[in-house]
């Protein structure tokens, strides 16, 4: 994608002010700067998260009005291989799913995940084999070519090959592993590239963990990172004990993202932000993130030109302690994370943040 150099500089020495007023009840906060035109600039939310006050419908006609481009879709490789070379797609969804992009004339991101933070859900026939055994790879392949028989692969932004990887637990793994993990995603990719032209391939991992810790400083990321299209990342901009770093934390971390892969698109597939006050938050200063994060999306906008939004409701206490269950974790600030991740309440109500994010995209253009 061609760098917007001009855009760019003319708008490097604007001023931010964030404000807030609450009128009658309702949270408003001011963001008052100047702002870059969306240009080619990709926009996702995570829709498939229903609530008691929104179903599937209504959660799309709701991401309308801040004018997304896609929708991001998950899927653990057990899901669609349960057992070894039997495949499946539970209740007809990926076709149901692509006859829904395709009427609606959207994209949209599909994420396969045979590693995550959460763990490994490869079939139960390979689980002891190495990413790099042709057998291994072979299946994979098979998958996708499933996957594509049920969905038109064109209208793909990417697809990201597991998720949050820096989380995994390699432990048991072979010595090897990330260098076997790299082979495994270089074959995927040309396989890709082979078979289906044009599909941008990608492993996603979190933020922290592409620009600090022993991974690294190891350059295990940036080596991965060689073999892919794009760099596939999720962005909450927390501490260990779940509180917030402040709203204006976005500038010097999608600095610190473009200065250490300046070789490879980054694909922001997860942005989110609570506004619990377990976690040092408000809906006032979640807006002030939303706020903050379009102004140095804008810096880079060249570097990043893919946005996703985690999530468009909040959680129920229940839901959010189901959400916690694979992470193995029950602190209160942990749960109030995964429930307060909304731009709107549970109830359906609009938060401050999701008032910010249709002012910032509109004044972009979408």
Not at 211 to 234: E, R
Request: proline letters at 5%; charged letters at 20%.
């Amino acid at each position: 994608m061609r760098k917007i150099i001009y855009f760019i500089l003319l708008f490097s020495f604007f001023t931010i002010s964030c404000s807030s007023d609450d009128e009658g009840g309702v949270l408003a906060v001011e963001c008052t700067a100047n702002s870059l035109p969306r240009g080619n600039r990709l926009m996702g939310m995570d829709l498939l998260d229903e609530t008691p006050s929104s179903d599937f419908s209504n959660n799309f006609a709701l991401a309308q009005e801040v004018g997304i481009d896609f929708i991001g879709v998950h899927l653990q490789w057990t899901t669609l291989e349960p057992q070894p070379m039997t495949y499946e797609d539970p209740s007809g969804a990926l076709a149901l799913f692509n006859d829904f992009i395709e009427a609606n004339d959207l994209k949209f991101s599909l994420t396969l995940r045979p590693i995550d933070l959460t763990g490994k859900t490869v079939p139960e026939d390979l689980e002891t084999t190495r990413f790099n055994n042709p057998e291994l790879i072979s299946r994979f392949k098979a998958v996708i070519d499933f996957v594509f028989a049920k969905i038109d692969y064109k209208r793909l932004t990417s697809l990201q090959v597991g998720n949050e990887i820096d989380g995994y637990d390699y432990s048991n793994e072979h010595p090897d592993f990330w260098s076997d993990y790299g082979a495994f995603l270089w074959e995927i990719n040309s396989y890709a590239n082979t078979n289906y032209p044009g599909l941008k391939v990608g492993f996603t991992a979190t933020h922290k963990g592409l620009t600090h810790g022993p991974l690294s400083d190891a350059g295990v990321f940036t080596a991965l990172a060689s073999v892919v299209d794009v760099l596939g990342v999720t962005y909450y901009p927390i501490d260990a004990d779940y509180e917030v770093e402040s709203p204006e934390a976005p500038a010097t971390d999608l600095a610190a993202l473009v200065s250490a892969y300046k070789d490879t698109p980054i694909y922001l597939q997860e942005v989110g932000y609570p506004s619990a006050s377990a976690n040092a938050s408000s809906e006032e200063i979640q807006a002030q993130f939303v706020c903050q994060f379009f102004q140095a999306w804008d810096t880079y906008s060249a570097e990043i030109p893919l946005v996703s939004w985690v999530r468009l409701h909040d959680a129920s206490l229940d839901g959010a302690k189901q959400l916690a269950g694979p992470y193995g974790l029950t602190e209160n600030g942990f749960i109030e994370f995964l429930r307060t991740l909304g731009l709107r309440t549970h109830d359906g109500q609009d938060k401050a943040a999701f008032t910010m994010l249709k002012e910032q995209t509109q004044n972009r253009g979408w």
